[in-house]
């Protein structure tokens, strides 16, 4: 297998209880990261589904035109398995996926949703987008770049290391649909974010808080983590909690 190939799978652990949890991957990641939470709810109970969205666990070159909607029509499907067998359901979705989650939370099956590190907006988001779109005119693909600050946070991830330059034009209008979108969420929400979070503006989570209906709504802040913080035990534990208050 080559650099930057991966064979990942979706996952489904079966629960005792009558509450199933959707996990949604984030951008060039497999669901693989959300394995530690996953066993953690499960032990708990909870039925846990981690479905692979399209162009992922494979190669970057798989995410060539694959769009937004694609994904968020991937993570619906699941939702409607899930469905069939329990009452309630919870959406947990890191960065990319925390996005999906926000836009799938108008289902009727949907308890509520926990965004990990989810864009209303990134940072220099206006600027980001001229960037990506001069770019795409003198090349298809970039490679990921980490400051010096930040590689030892980021560990040995599983993620595509390079990725199609129109794939991320995607994340970034799916951030924009999604700030759309937000006075339409009135399920609970948890809304949680690094404070070391080098892609998503700090401003995010408010933008979010603001601008929802949600009743109940929560901004958590995790310190020194970076934009996926979904390793933590402190983590595993908040979203527990607010499953159980809910």
């Known amino acids: 297998m080559r650099e930057n190939e991966y064979k990942s799978e979706p996952f489904f652990l079966e629960g005792a209880n009558r509450i199933g ?3 949604l ?6 669901p693989d990261e959300f394995l530690p939470l996953a066993t953690y709810l499960n ?3 909870y039925t846990v589904s981690a479905p692979l969205l399209r162009g992922h666990g494979t190669r970057p070159e798989d995410l060539e035109c694959v769009r937004w909607k694609d994904w968020l029509e991937d993570a619906r499907k ?3 398995v899930l469905e069939k067998k329990y009452q309630k359901i919870f959406i947990v979705g890191i960065s990319m996926g925390g996005d999906l989650a926000m836009h799938l939370s108008e ?5 509520g949703v926990v965004s990990l590190g989810a864009a209303a907006k990134y940072k220099l988001h206006s600027a980001a987008k001229i960037g990506l779109f001069f770019m795409g005119l ?3 693909y970039r490679k990921k770049y980490f400051p010096p600050w930040l590689r030892d946070k980021v560990g040995n991830r599983k993620e595509y290391m390079y990725y199609p330059v129109e794939s991320a034009k995607e994340v970034v209008r799916l951030a924009d649909a999604t700030r759309k979108i937000l006075p339409r969420i009135t399920k609970p929400i948890l809304i949680m974010q690094s404070d070391y979070d080098h892609l998503v503006s700090n401003k995010s989570p408010q933008i979010i808080a603001d601008r929802v209906g949600s009743n109940i709504k929560e901004i958590v802040w995790v310190k020194d983590g970076y934009h996926v913080f979904v390793d933590k035990k402190e983590v595993w534990e908040k979203i527990s909690e607010f499953i159980e208050k809910i």
């Open 138 to 140: 003198t090349r298809k």
């Open 107 to 111: 289902e009727k099956s949907v308890a």
């Open 25 to 30: 991957h984030g951008w060039s990641s497999p």
């Open 78 to 80: 699941d939702l409607r």
């Open 21 to 23: 949890v959707l996990l």
């Open 43 to 45: 032990a708990l109970g």
